[in-house]
Nanobody
Framework: QVQLVESGGGLVQAGGSLRLSCAAS????????MGWFRQTPGKEREFVAA????????YYADSVKGRFTISRDDAKNTVYLQMNSLKPEDTAVYYCAAARLATWPTARSEYDYWGRGTQVTVSS
């Protein structure tokens, strides 16, 4: 019973930046995590970034390391994804997800709740 709402998507030129936000109706278990995944038509939903609630350990897909940063605001129960140096291949629907218990925060199967997604389009 966790509602997730993403926001911040849009259209940007290559090299530009966007910050996605994910507001949760309530915090998941302290042992859990919040993550960002993305999906394009005909492809599997792929891991982008994740952060553990306890300790704040972060994880990133190789394709976004050095460009994307995941962070959290405990007071607002919100997770952010700062995306810099965007590339056309970053174009996708980005989904926020919450895991009550995440042994492997990079795996889709670990997540229990999902937002509806927000479109990010990066033009050439």
């Amino acid at each position: 019973q966790v509602q997730l709402v993403e926001s911040g998507g849009g259209l940007v030129q290559a090299g530009g930046s966007l910050r996605l936000s994910c507001a949760a109706s309530r915090r998941t278990f302290s042992s859990g995590a919040m993550g960002w995944f993305r999906q394009t038509p005909g492809k599997e939903r792929e891991f982008v970034a994740a952060i553990r609630w306890s300790g704040g350990t972060t994880y990133y897909a190789d394709s976004v390391k050095g460009r994307f940063t995941i962070s959290r605001d405990d007071a607002k129960n919100t997770v952010y994804l700062q995306m810099n140096s965007l590339k056309p291949e970053d174009t996708a629907v980005y989904y926020c997800a919450a895991a009550r218990l995440a042994t492997w925060p990079t795996a889709r199967s670990e997540y229990d709740y999902w937002g509806r997604g927000t479109q990010v389009t990066v033009s050439s």
